[in-house]
């Protein structure tokens, strides 16, 4: 009887098939496989260590540091709200920064776009020599800051820079006055700011080269002209390019402090037309040891960015047009 079970059991056993792993075979494989969480922690550990040194960490401390007085030396002392009342109600250069850096986001924003939106646009016609015209187009987005800062304070100098000196050989007797003049400064911040759009310029020109031809073939079948194609293919495909670029532009400007910084130190701004939010936060802290304030200042303007940004991504669905539908429903 015995035998006969162990004939049937046999017949009833799969075969396995020759170099096939047995099941305990397998599990010791894939055990031996799987990753410690040790080793998995270990490598996970520069970037967690760096997030809670150099961001979590002073995060919390400038948050707290804001209801403080605190001059970096002295420890801090806790003052409540003082900082804030201060900042809206005691500080004349506070809305001088915000009064400039609006006007400079105002401005060299829509300009940037548009700057940056016809030079790729013109940059994907050349059938010979592309590569090159891109390549000039991109250089100056990789000069230093500060190099090309200092750069234009000498280009725009009044009396030997090479600009006034052609405006004056074309015929115009008074030219700008540029970063010495107030009413000229920031215009000649934003000059500088489109000869390195070189940046910008390669997202939009990929955004151009993305768009289907198809779709430019289908409108000229239906009689579209340039315009046409322009207003009715191209823009409405580039609109998720021109709202990313919005977006970080906005953050940007709101962080504008290096290229006015320089110049402003170059030319000894007294008028503070090149006064913007970040530079009264540098000042702050570095020139007048406010941290604390200048700590409040600094989350004023994270709480000022992320309403602008807020407000963008809810009015981004009436006119970014995404292929496969809105990003943030």
Not at 60 to 69: D, K, L
């Amino acid at each position: 009887m015995t035998k006969t079970k162990q004939a049937i059991s046999s017949l009833v056993r799969p075969r396995r098939k020759a170099g096939a792993i047995s099941p305990h075979a397998a599990d010791k494989k894939r055990n031996k496989l799987r990753t410690p969480w040790v080793f998995i922690a270990f490598c996970m550990s520069p970037w967690v260590l760096g997030f809670l040194f150099f961001t979590a960490y002073p995060m919390i401390a400038s948050f707290y540091e804001s209801f403080t007085r605190f001059d970096l030396i002295n420890a801090p002392q806790w003052i409540g709200l003082e900082n804030y009342r201060r900042m809206l109600f005691h500080d004349e250069l506070f809305w001088k920064a915000v009064k400039n850096t609006i006007w400079i986001s105002v401005i060299s924003i829509p300009l940037r776009i548009g700057f940056a939106l016809f030079t790729a646009w013109m940059l994907t016609k050349p059938k010979r020599g592309s590569t090159i015209y891109r390549t000039m187009f991109f250089i100056p987005a990789m000069v230093p800051t500060v190099a090309a800062t200092m750069s234009f304070t000498y280009i725009f100098n009044p009396a030997v820079g090479p600009i006034n000196k052609f405006l004056e050989s074309i015929g115009i007797k008074n030219p700008p006055y540029w970063f010495l003049d107030p009413h000229w400064s920031k215009w000649a911040l934003i000059i500088l700011g489109l000869w390195g759009i070189g940046d910008t310029m390669i997202i939009y020109l990929a955004g151009f080269l993305d768009v289907p031809r198809s779709l430019y073939e289908a409108a000229q079948l239906e009689g579209a002209n340039a315009w046409q194609q322009f207003r009715y293919v191209t823009l409405p495909l580039m609109t998720p390019v021109i709202f990313f670029s919005a977006v970080t532009g906005i953050i940007g400007s709101f962080q504008y402090f290096t290229q006015a910084y320089v110049a402003s130190g170059q030319v000894l701004d007294y008028s503070h037309s090149m006064y913007f939010y970040a530079s009264h936060i540098y000042n702050e802290a570095f020139a007048n040891y406010q941290m604390g304030y200048a700590s409040a200042l600094a989350w004023a303007l994270l709480v000022i960015t992320l309403i602008c940004t807020f407000a963008m991504l809810k009015t981004q669905k009436r006119w970014v047009h995404y292929p496969n539908g809105s990003l943030f429903k």
